[in-house]
């Protein structure tokens, strides 16, 4: 029943809470920390003081303390900290054999804990007892051997007991487990403490246990410092052994390089760095470098200190070359060392290298750099070692290479036949030459072997030789013109003009311009100016070029004649009529400007006229712009030129001059009307008094818009040409509202 009543008890319910959302004043944490430190919520107030006055007190005191200790260690055994703060209550109040008996039952406990073993050490070190202190040091190196704290505090004590074989028969026992090398070094430091040099063989040991290179040194120093010259050579040398060519240091040679250098061995110090610089990888031996640069400023000559610069120098391009051998640049670099520093056979070995490393694929672009290689090394031949036979052979192999159906190089071909006629065998160079016009002709090949033969005075052979360049490119206007001054220089003018209407008559021409330009200025030089107008009509039959009018009319004006210029004016019409069907407005009014310029120099006021009313107006008009793919880009301003005479531009004239005219007749209305609304206010204020005659002023008034009409009808006869139907009706339009008007107005 009872069970059952209380599986009836009501629960009770818990409140819903209804808003969830959060508090408008957050509270932190950091807050309600702060307010508890203000309010001291925490603090306890201290324990009191507790004196006591006699020895019962007092064992009651201890009893208590020992029960509340042994109760913490009953409940944590594994704990140390409450072993450790029994023990040194138990020794605060001199019961060191209770203290003894706390630590050995902790060691029981837990024996590798090295905290215990250092305060039960210290323990006995305190109250004096040395000889429980050393079997506690000896059970702790013995239990835990690798822990260093121990081997430190054991020798240290010895040591400071004054008992200098126990200390050392410490450190013997500690280094018979191989420690670290501070070990090592704290052994070495405790027998120099007491001079006993004889007896540190611990460095031999230290170095095969520790194979380091500092230790190497360290050892040769420690030779060195106590006067052991020999034995610290014997160290470096067992060193350098010991690593071998595949371990080898920087650091190792530096070292035995200076301990030499300090003995004054220069030459030893000298073999040493040329023997590290072979062995070590070029990029780990910087600093051996820069030692043996030093070294060699201070005690080498200039020859020595150019080796280390060069032999440096030389190792950084070897690297680049072997990881890319194909890297032109860096043998271009490399070469240019070689050559001004070593023998030529050492230079040629490095130049074949070089050449060895031929482009992969062959397309010119990749050999530009590398056939550089081919020609210092011909240069190099020919100007340093003074090996002609060599050079030939160096120039006919790089001819021999180079694949000549794909691609050539002109300047090979070319620097082979000035090194032939350098050697004064004019026959191979004009066999080489011919060779390359035969298998790979270019311009630059041409251009070079008629050059040669201009300054041979060959001219059979360079008339020849143009005859095949314009075989191979009729098209270049560059040559025919040459021929003709060659021509032109011998004295057969005929031959030269019959060059140049053979180059004018060619279908394709490069520079037709300045061919047409070349002929022109020759027959000017010969004085025919009756061909020289010939060459004008017939180039103006090709081209209606505004330059070419205003320089026929220029010549003209050049030549002293008593027509010279009417026939100037002449060309000058005839160019203006010429270009009137020209798109390019802006050559139109070059011309008109020329001409301008013209008469203003040699015409008179009737002729300056003329050409005045031939300039154009210049107009700014609008056009819409398209973007590529067809919408609309928006509009820009630009600005036209409309002449006077272009007939098709007369409906424009006309339609401009038209709203000037209305512009100028919308200002007059308002002027007028202005002037009545005065009259009005006027009449009232007099009251009729001085009336004023209205008819004179209406027909004054209408003289006056007659005489507007007039000049406006003046103005656009001038401005405008012919004029059709639609406009003359738009003027009378304008006339009659204007005439209706005044009667209106009378009215």
């Known amino acids: 029943m009872a069970s059952t009543a209380a599986g009836k008890q009501r629960i009770p319910k818990v409140a819903k809470v209804k808003n969830k959302a959060p508090a408008e004043v957050q509270i932190t944490a950091e807050q309600l920390l702060r307010e508890a430190k203000e309010?001291?919520?925490?603090?306890?107030?201290?324990?009191?003081?507790?004196?006591?006055?006699?020895?019962?007190?007092?064992?009651?005191?201890?009893?208590?303390?020992?029960?509340?200790?042994?109760?913490?260690?009953?409940?944590?055994?594994?704990?140390?900290?409450?072993?450790?703060?029994?023990?040194?209550?138990?020794?605060?109040?001199?019961?060191?054999?209770?203290?003894?008996?706390?630590?050995?039952?902790?060691?029981?406990?837990?024996?590798?804990?090295?905290?215990?073993?250092?305060?039960?050490?210290?323990?006995?070190?305190?109250?004096?007892?040395?000889?429980?202190?050393?079997?506690?040091?000896?059970?702790?190196?013995?239990?835990?051997?690798?822990?260093?704290?121990?081997?430190?505090?054991?020798?240290?004590?010895?040591?400071?007991?004054?008992?200098?074989?126990?200390?050392?028969?410490?450190?013997?026992?500690?280094?018979?487990?191989?420690?670290?090398?501070?070990?090592?070094?704290?052994?070495?430091?405790?027998?120099?403490?007491?001079?006993?040099?004889?007896?540190?063989?611990?460095?031999?040991?230290?170095?095969?246990?520790?194979?380091?290179?500092?230790?190497?040194?360290?050892?040769?120093?420690?030779?060195?410092?106590?006067?052991?010259?020999?034995?610290?050579?014997?160290?470096?040398?067992?060193?350098?052994?010991?690593?071998?060519?595949?371990?080898?240091?920087?650091?190792?040679?530096?070292?035995?390089?200076?301990?030499?250098?300090?003995?004054?061995?220069?030459?030893?110090?000298?073999?040493?760095?040329?023997?590290?610089?072979?062995?070590?990888?070029?990029?780990?031996?910087?600093?051996?470098?820069?030692?043996?640069?030093?070294?060699?400023?201070?005690?080498?000559?200039?020859?020595?200190?150019?080796?280390?610069?060069?032999?440096?120098?030389?190792?950084?391009?070897?690297?680049?070359?072997?990881?890319?051998?194909?890297?032109?640049?860096?043998?271009?670099?490399?070469?240019?060392?070689?050559?001004?520093?070593?023998?030529?056979?050492?230079?040629?070995?490095?130049?074949?290298?070089?050449?060895?490393?031929?482009?992969?694929?062959?397309?010119?672009?990749?050999?530009?750099?590398?056939?550089y290689l081919w020609i210092n090394y011909a240069l190099y031949e020919e100007l340093e070692v003074k090996d002609p036979e060599r050079t030939r052979q160096v120039y006919q192999a790089c001819l021999d290479l180079i694949p000549h159906k794909k691609f050539t190089f002109a300047k090979m071909w070319l620097l082979y036949a000035q090194f032939e006629i350098r050697q004064k065998n004019l026959q191979a160079a004009r066999r080489g030459l011919g060779t390359a016009i035969g298998k790979c002709p270019k311009n630059k090949l041409f251009k070079g072997y008629i050059e040669l033969e201009l300054q041979l005075r060959e001219f059979d052979r360079c008339r020849k030789l143009y005859e095949k360049y314009l075989e191979f490119a009729p098209e270049n206007c560059t040559t025919w013109i040459k021929f003709s001054e060659l021509e032109t220089i011998l004295g057969d003018t005929e031959r030269a003009r019959a060059i140049f209407e053979l180059a004018i008559g060619q279908p394709r021409l490069d520079m037709p311009e300045v061919l047409w330009k070349s002929y022109i200025d020759f027959e000017i030089e010969q004085e025919e100016y009756d061909n020289t107008r010939g060459l004008y009509q017939r180039l103006l039959q090709r081209t209606q070029h505004v330059k070419v009018w205003i320089s026929y009319a220029q010549f003209e004006l050049s030549i002293d004649s008593t027509d010279q210029l009417q026939k100037c004016r002449a060309i000058f019409e005839e160019a203006n009529k010429g270009l009137r069907s020209c798109e390019e407005k802006e050559e139109r009014l070059m011309l008109l400007e020329s001409w301008k310029e013209f008469e203003l120099e040699f015409g008179s006021e009737t002729t300056r006229e003329r050409v005045k009313k031939l300039l154009p107006e210049k107009v700014k008009k609008r056009r819409k712009l398209t973007a590529e793919d067809g919408s609309d880009a928006g509009w820009e301003e630009y600005y036209d030129y409309i002449f006077p005479e272009d007939a098709a531009n007369q409906p424009n004239l006309k339609l401009l001059a038209m709203a000037k005219m209305w512009k100028r007749q919308q200002h007059q209305e308002d002027k007028e009307e202005e002037e009545e609304e005065d009259d009005d206010e006027e009449d009232e204020k007099e009251d009729n008094n001085g009336e004023v005659d209205r008819d004179e002023l209406e027909r004054g008034r209408v003289n006056e818009m007659d005489q507007e009409d007039k000049k406006r009808v003046d103005g656009d006869e001038e401005m405008g040409g012919e004029e059709n139907g639609r406009g003359e009706s738009s003027r009378d339009k304008e006339i009659d509202s204007l005439t209706h008007w005044h009667k209106k107005k009378k009215s």
């Not at 271009?332 to 060392?337: E, G």
């Not at 050559?339 to 130049?351: C, G, K, L, N, Q």
Request: a neutral charge; charged letters at 35%.
């Open 39 to 371: 309010r001291e919520l925490e603090l306890l107030p201290p324990p009191p003081k507790q004196k006591i006055t006699d020895e019962e007190e007092l064992n009651d005191y201890k009893l208590k303390k020992r029960k509340g200790f042994e109760d913490n260690i009953r409940k944590n055994r594994t704990v140390i900290s409450n072993w450790i703060k029994y023990a040194q209550w138990e020794e605060s109040l001199k019961e060191v054999q209770r203290a003894r008996s706390i630590y050995e039952r902790a060691l029981d406990v837990d024996h590798r804990n090295i905290a215990l073993w250092l305060k039960y050490a210290e323990m006995e070190m305190k109250n004096r007892q040395v000889n429980h202190a050393r079997n506690i040091w000896d059970r702790a190196i013995t239990i835990l051997p690798r822990v260093n704290q121990f081997w430190y505090k054991y020798s240290y004590m010895e040591e400071m007991l004054g008992n200098i074989a126990g200390c050392r028969q410490v450190f013997e026992r500690w280094t018979e487990w191989e420690p670290e090398e501070q070990a090592w070094h704290s052994y070495i430091n405790f027998e120099l403490r007491y001079k006993e040099i004889d007896k540190v063989l611990n460095y031999s040991v230290l170095v095969i246990v520790h194979p380091d290179v500092k230790n190497w040194i360290k050892y040769a120093r420690f030779e060195e410092k106590h006067g052991y010259i020999a034995h610290g050579r014997k160290v470096f040398e067992r060193a350098v052994e010991f690593f071998g060519e595949e371990h080898v240091d920087e650091n190792l040679f530096v070292a035995f390089a200076r301990f030499e250098e300090k003995q004054k061995e220069f030459e030893r110090v000298r073999v040493i760095y040329k023997y590290a610089l072979d062995r070590i990888p070029k990029q780990q031996a910087q600093e051996l470098f820069k030692f043996y640069t030093v070294f060699e400023k201070k005690f080498g000559d200039r020859r020595g200190i150019e080796d280390v610069i060069v032999s440096k120098r030389r190792f950084q391009y070897e690297e680049e070359v072997k990881a890319n051998p194909h890297n032109y640049d860096a043998w271009f670099d490399y070469l240019r060392l070689v050559e001004s520093d070593a023998d030529p056979d050492t230079a040629r070995e490095v130049y074949e290298r070089a050449i060895a490393n031929i482009p992969p694929i062959q397309e010119k672009r990749h050999w530009r750099r590398y056939i």
